[in-house]
């Protein structure tokens, strides 16, 4: 059973950083990835962030490339978001997902949410 577990969320001002961390208590079968998603006030729920947990590949939507980095840790079997120059159009509710590798895309499918952590950037 994947159980995703986030944290690191909370309120910033503009400008400044936030890293956020995911911890799997199960272990997802077989070959996966693991990403972030984010929904803001009365959007969608959309695609921030994957990274690949055989090869290490990872994509971004283009609003976050060059200040939001994604990485992993085999042995806490955690994905983290280090998220840097944080604007008010990043606030959202961030969510944690498992799903099928991409192929260097972004994620479209997800077998598993976490709970999400809220993340508030004020100007």
């Known amino acids: 059973q994947v159980q995703l577990a986030e944290s690191g969320g909370g309120l910033v001002q503009a400008g400044d950083s936030l890293r956020l961390s995911c911890v799997d208590s199960?272990?997802?079968?077989?070959?996966?990835?693991m990403g972030w998603f984010r929904q803001g006030p009365g959007q969608d729920r959309e695609f921030v962030a994957t990274?690949?947990?055989?090869?290490?590949?990872?994509v971004y939507v283009d609003s976050v490339k060059g200040r939001f980095t994604i990485s992993r840790d085999d042995e806490k079997n955690s994905v983290y978001l280090q998220m840097n120059m944080l604007k008010p159009e990043d606030t959202a509710v961030y969510y944690c997902?498992?799903?099928?590798?991409?192929?260097?895309?972004?994620?479209?499918?997800?077998?598993?949410w976490g709970q999400g952590t809220q993340v508030t950037v004020s100007s």
């Open positions: 997902a498992v799903g099928p590798r991409t192929a260097g895309a972004a994620m479209a499918q997800v077998w598993y």
């Open positions: 990274i690949d947990w055989i090869n290490g590949g990872t």
């Open positions: 199960g272990r997802a079968f077989g070959s996966y990835a």
